[in-house]
């Protein structure tokens, strides 16, 4: 009954999908825990490039079970968006795609606050994806969200929709239109909505512990990343989920004995898309060259992201929380041009060294990184198969990360492509997932 869960470990776009697109012939389940619409999952297969938001990284392959589950916040009209795009690509979703009668749907009230609020915030903006995810999931906590189970009773839903109309009228000027739609309308809209996404919605839970204790092996897919989880990363610049391991119990309904193994996703530098403390960003030449190098814009909203250098202080913080046992090290070839990378190996605030994260984002936004240089290795790593064949100071790289942040490196990830992927044959990631 093994169930392993693959995790961001920064602030999201660590590469998650390819990992969980690589891993996933090796699985019978991929199942996605958390956010919705907000993340952003590219994978590469030959020269075609699928953007996935909603739909579980593992849909390309034809023989594995895809779960949303009750923790992802569902945007009807995109969700079906996507399984069109999938089905003219000629991706197998019908059988393959479950959705949890138990998740939350975003409605057009939802988006027009986070608009609202995003507008109204000015300097002091989150930086949201505006898609209306946060506010949906105070929707779910306040106890009046509209759920995927509710769709197949209008009266239910008109009911619904109308509360959250009225809770969502900010005090400000200009309102988005999205908070002028009439509740009949929108109400009228979701019914249909639900009729489309009908055949694929199950009670995920108990299929899950169903195939779980049948000896399916289910790969738990995180959205987002650590530093974005509600409790745990740079509160108020988070996302409004559980996106560490934790959450893939409470958004897929299994118990944490189900879960095996952690694996986590981290890139070889650091992005983060949005507001909030980096301490490590480079906003410069160097930060603007990882970002062309890495293709570092938005899949969701197109934004270019902050770029800035491998933090080890997040990396550890990360690990401790997720008890990560391996780690996916990705968009390696990007450093491959560089002199010299520094790992951030401290913080200095205030004069002081400071080796742990600081839950006041005050605190984190004054601290100086310190750093350690490591030789660059200028070559091309993009073709390499073999970590043996990577350059000396590239294995040299790997080898400080892992010993500074305190766990194996299992996987490499040298470029966007699924083959080009080194994976480590002693690693954990290999011994729990052979191949089939
Ligand atoms: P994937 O799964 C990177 C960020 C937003 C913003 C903050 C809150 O692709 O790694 P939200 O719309 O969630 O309320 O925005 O969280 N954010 C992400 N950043 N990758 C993601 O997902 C993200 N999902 C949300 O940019 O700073
Ligand atoms: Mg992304």
Redo the contacts with the bound molecule.
């Keep these: 009954m093994p169930g392993f869960v693959v995790v ?1 470990s920064q ?4 590469g ?2 390819k990992i969980v697109d690589l891993l996933t012939e090796r699985v019978d389940i991929v199942a996605r825990y958390g ?1 919705g619409p ?4 590219t994978i590469c297969v030959g020269d075609r490039r699928f953007a996935l938001h909603h739909i579980p990284s593992g849909i390309l392959r034809a023989d594995v079970l895809c779960v949303i589950g009750n923790g992802v916040v569902i945007d009807p009209a995109s969700l079906l968006k996507e399984v069109g795009a999938l089905r003219e690509a000629g991706v197998k979703v019908e059988e393959n795609l479950r959705l949890s009668d138990r998740a939350h749907l975003i409605l057009p009230y939802h988006r027009g606050i ?1 608009i609202a609020r995003e507008e109204a915030a000015r300097d002091g903006r ?6 209306g ?2 506010p949906t999931y105070e929707s779910k906590a306040a106890r009046y969200g509209l759920r995927v189970a509710d769709l197949y009773d209008e009266a239910t839903v008109l009911e619904k929709v109308r509360v959250v109309a009225a809770a969502s009228r900010p005090a400000g000027a200009a309102l988005p239109a999205e908070l002028d739609a009439p509740p009949e309308e929108v109400a009228e809209e979701y019914v249909r909505l639900g009729r489309a996404l009908r055949p694929f919605v199950d009670d995920t839970a108990r299929l899950l512990n169903a195939r779980l204790d049948e000896g399916a092996v289910v790969l738990c897919e ?4 650590t530093m ?1 989880d509600l409790d745990h990363g740079t509160y108020p ?5 559980t996106s560490t391991a934790g959450g893939a119990c409470t958004g897929l309904g299994i118990s944490p004995i189900r879960v095996d193994g952690v694996i986590g996703v981290l890139k070889a530098y650091s992005t ?5 403390p980096f301490p490590t960003e480079q906003d410069n030449d160097l930060g603007r060259l990882i970002r062309e190098r890495g293709r570092e814009y ?4 197109g ?1 270019p992201r902050r770029c800035g250098w491998f933090d080890a202080l997040v990396a550890r913080y990360s690990v401790t929380l997720n008890q990560t046992e391996s780690l996916a090290l990705t968009l390696f070839d990007v450093l491959d041009g560089f002199d010299a990378i520094p790992i951030c190996v401290a913080y200095e605030h205030g004069g002081r060294r400071i080796e742990t994260l600081p839950a006041d984002p005050g605190v984190l936004r004054g601290c100086k990184p310190i750093y350690e240089v490591l030789p660059g290795w200028k070559s091309d790593t993009s073709s390499v198969a073999r970590f043996e064949d990577l350059p000396r100071a590239g294995r040299d790289y790997v080898a400080a990360i892992e010993k500074i942040v305190g766990c194996e490196v299992g996987i490499i990830s040298t470029s966007p492509q699924r083959e080009r992927t080194i994976l480590r044959p002693k690693s954990r990631i290999a011994h729990w997932l052979p191949p089939r």
């Design positions: 961001g602030w999201g776009d660590e998650k999908g956010g907000n993340a952003g999952h986070d989150l930086g949201t994806t505006r898609l995810v946060g995180g959205a987002q990343g974005l610049y988070v996302t409004s989920s983060r898309v949005g507001g909030g938005g899949s969701t909203t934004r």
